[in-house]
């Protein structure tokens, strides 16, 4: 039941785009079209659940073990880093035209606040091994599903009629901001 | 302790290092992606500028597109003709037919010397934003002269001058237009080097507005276009506008302009043989004319005395 909440609340309660403000870059970068938006989000959940798992064990068993918490940041930039260079060439091998639509956010993925948010929050909140993949599953979908409901009403918007003032970057962060509030309906499900 | 603590920081930390690092150069052998060679050979060859003149998202993309074989050798306007010369040896294709290169002249005079200024402006000093109100200058046609092509400009060739008008530096003007697109008073055009005389002014307001507005602005007065059957100058909605396809004409324009506004340009480097010629064989037209003309003027003297 522990490990549902958790997948829930990083879902949907506490999504790290729209309740935690983690991760925008990406979520205004690559949220034109729904296809690469969830590309993307897939690409970011797949680093986020590994992440996880590695920050995890490397929190344990060499940051408490050895007594030495204050290189947090450090291990945790050196695991991601790694990881998003693996992604870019496992995305790279797989598929040219993913690779190619994603461009520059792929290896931005690195300085994604969203990842280092996730193992920061793990080595925070304590949560056993399981409890902290569940969480980076979970952290990535909410992830994923920002993107796409975000980019879902960007194509929509591409046949509406925009006031000039408010085309591109302008309306775009008023929806995010827009969703930003109806995601705060979900602030009552779960009572932390 | 503390060196304790230093040798723990520096093994764990180095190990996860070293792990992470032959995990990784397992995995660029393992998924290494079979690349065109031909791609790295034609990124050497392009300037490396991205100014995106081609019409690619810069110099990789415009590369990866050649090897592909899907666009023209020579839109790369910075490289010109050497760089679509040796793009043609690299990729053994049909050498794609000369050029034209252009350089980008500013079609106005009124400098700080000229032009009068009827406001002061205290915002952000860049031309697009003292467009939206009007800027200084009176002449609502003019350069702004906050030099938003000088940072435009991706080769460093245009600067402000004395004047507080743009210059350009036609031996490091490359021909990428990205000067044209960031004037928000379309007042910079790219020229053809086998083009003689220009129009420096781009006003097309009426001759008395212009006259109380800069003292270097075309008056909309119509000399250039006199005697001019070949319609190689013609004024058009209030500025005259040269037709560089007609012989002739221009040069004798820039003669009769009062204000000097049209002029014969300084040549396109690399093409001051055209840019000469041309300009001869306008000036051998009008001399041919005017030849004609005084002839006939004493032949009817002549017809008149007799």
Known sequence: MEVFLIFISAVLVNNFVLSYFLGICPFIGVSGKIESASSMGFAVTFVLTLSAAITWLINRYILIAFNVPFLEYVSFIIVIAALVQFVEMFIRRMSKTLYDALGIYLPLITTNCAILGLALFGALRQYSFIENIVFGIGAGLGFTLALVVMAGIREELDL?????????????????GLLALAFMGFAGLISA | MGITVLFISIVSMGGVGLVLAIILAIADKKLAVEEDPRVTKALELLPGANCGACGFAGCNAYANALVE?????????????????????LLGVEEAEEMSPKVARVFCSGGLAEAVRSRVYTGVETCAAAHLIGGEKACVYSCIGYGDCVFACQFDAICMGENGLPEVDLER???CGECVKACPR????????????????????????????????????????????TGAVTMKDGLSVVDHGVDKAPVLAAKRCPTKVIRISSPTPGYEDVFKKAKEKLEAAIAQEEAAKAAAKAAKKSKETE
């Open chain 2, 173 to 175: 003007c490359t021909g």
């Open chain 2, 69 to 89: 074989g899907k666009v023209s050798i020579s839109a790369c306007k910075p490289g010109g003709n050497e760089v679509s010369r040796k793009l043609a040896e």
């Open chain 1, 160 to 176: 509406a009629d925009v006031p000039k003032p408010l085309q591109g970057a302008a309306i775009t962060l008023i929806i995010a």
């Open chain 2, 186 to 229: 379309h007042i910079i055009g790219l020229t053809g080097y086998e083009e003689v005389v220009h129009v420096y002014c781009s006003s097309h307001d009426k001759g008395a507005v212009v006259r109380k507005v800069c003292s270097a602005g075309c008056v909309a007065c119509g000399l250039c276009e006199k005697d001019d059957e």
